[in-house]
């Protein structure tokens, strides 16, 4: 049985194992009210050429996750199907009055709203995935290619609102890729993938991509070092269009201001920076927003909260945040719990509880069991880890912990 080259290499370059597809792609059912049919043995079915044309919604899912037609990851229909979604006329001739010829209507088809629901259930596939797993580089390559997938329709768009969504879309898809990267701690990467969003989002008139964009410009230059710039990036953020019809956009551009205050060592402004993302929040509603923006709410803010409150140099209630918001936040989000988890372990230790904190630092692994550690987070580690030998360099709790830290390490 002659097994399925193209999905192999497919699922190779995205970086997927078996069971992580069929994870993304259960994910991908649930999310549009299906039930999560795909195990790992479909997949090898798939693979092998056993099952050699899925079933319908697991065909969208496979287009959603990939970002192609399903054809193209080496799928054909069977012979009572259709071969090609491309019209056909029958013409009879003049003199003998039967069918003469089948003449392909070669016209290319034109772009429209379901072209661009497919490739938007794509993204939402993406974030599924980085919620989970954290930014790796399958997940980057595969947020650049649907960018390409999203501009290559633009000649065949229907109408110029089509054009319009195409444009956010590719604007969306390159902001997940510079997510991905920035979450794995490729910089320059970062850096070119943001220039080219902003660009897009300026095509696309669309102001949520717009203010995604700069709040990822904000977390770029915390991790540079350039704090007054990040603080610069919180303030654009803030004066996007978006902030002013949605108070959810509003809340996290403050949010990520107040981060930047406290990188500052600017107390004031951090705190009142912090008000103002909690009381934006407060009045937000419960609306479908873009799947990048689900993992924001009360909980996400409370764990900003906390990381705030530590680098102003209030480290017990920097604890109770980080107590509050793991209690809260969703356990689909298991990177954000490890990071919370991570900031909670530096609260105590910063309190001087290094027993608890080591103890607490290690579930991080426990949490992140399976899949490397993101480079955001390896590097949130290293902190900790500079911390801890520079409170206690001797004591054997924090020896214990550091030979796990370079275990973990060398396996990621």
Excluded at 46 to 66: D, I, M, N, S
Excluded at 94 to 106: H, L, R
Excluded at 273 to 299: I, N, V
């Amino acid at each position: 049985m002659e097994g399925n080259s193209s999905l192999t290499n497919a699922i190779n370059e995205a970086g997927f194992t078996q069971a992580e597809l069929a994870d993304v792609l259960n994910s991908h059912l649930r999310a549009r009210g299906h039930d999560g049919t795909v195990t790992d043995r479909t997949v090898r079915y798939w693979l092998t050429g056993k099952t050699r044309w899925p079933h319908p919604r697991q065909r969208q899912a496979l287009e959603g996750v990939f970002g192609c037609p399903i054809e193209s990851l080496g799928f054909q229909p069977p012979r009572r199907e259709p071969e090609s979604p491309v019209r056909r006329r029958n013409f009879l001739t003049a003199t003998t009055g039967t069918a003469a010829a089948v003449i392909v209507d070669a016209r290319p088809q034109r772009v429209g709203t379901s072209d661009v629901i497919r490739l938007r259930a794509g993204i939402d596939t993406l974030m599924a995935l980085d919620d989970t797993k954290g930014g790796h580089e399958g997940l980057e390559r595969a947020a650049v290619a649907g960018a390409e997938d999203a501009l290559a329709k633009l000649r065949l768009a229907s109408s110029q609102r089509i054009r319009l969504r195409l444009f956010g879309l590719a604007a969306d898809y390159t902001a997940t890729a510079a997510w991905s990267a920035l979450d794995a701690r490729k910089l320059d990467r970062t850096q070119e993938h943001l220039n080219r969003a902003l660009y897009l989002a300026g095509m696309a008139k669309d102001p949520s991509v717009e203010l995604r964009v700069w709040n990822y410009h904000a977390m770029l230059a915390h991790q540079r070092g350039q704090h007054t710039q990040a603080v610069d990036a919180g303030y654009a953020a803030q004066a996007t269009p978006i902030t002013r019809r949605d108070p959810l956009y509003a809340s996290l551009a403050h949010a990520r201001t107040a981060l930047g205050h406290s990188n500052l060592g600017d107390r004031q402004a951090a705190l009142r920076s912090l008000g103002h993302a909690q009381e934006a929040l407060a009045k937000a509603t419960d609306e479908p927003r873009p799947s990048w923006l689900a993992f924001y709410g009360p909980a996400e803010l409370t764990a900003i909260s906390a990381i705030v409150r530590d680098r102003i140099g209030d480290p017990a209630q920097a604890e109770a945040d980080s107590h509050k918001a793991l209690t809260s936040i969703p356990a689909q989000f298991r990177r954000n719990r490890a990071l919370a988890t991570a900031r909670l372990a530096l609260a105590q230790l910063h309190q001087g509880d290094i027993d608890q904190a080591c103890a607490t630092a290690s579930q991080v692994f426990d949490l992140m069991a399976g899949d490397p550690l993101p480079g955001r987070m390896r590097s949130l580690l290293g902190d900790y880890y500079r911390d801890l030998i520079s409170l206690a360099p001797d004591a054997g709790v924090a020896q214990e912990w550091g030979d796990r830290f370079r275990s973990e390490w060398s396996r990621s």
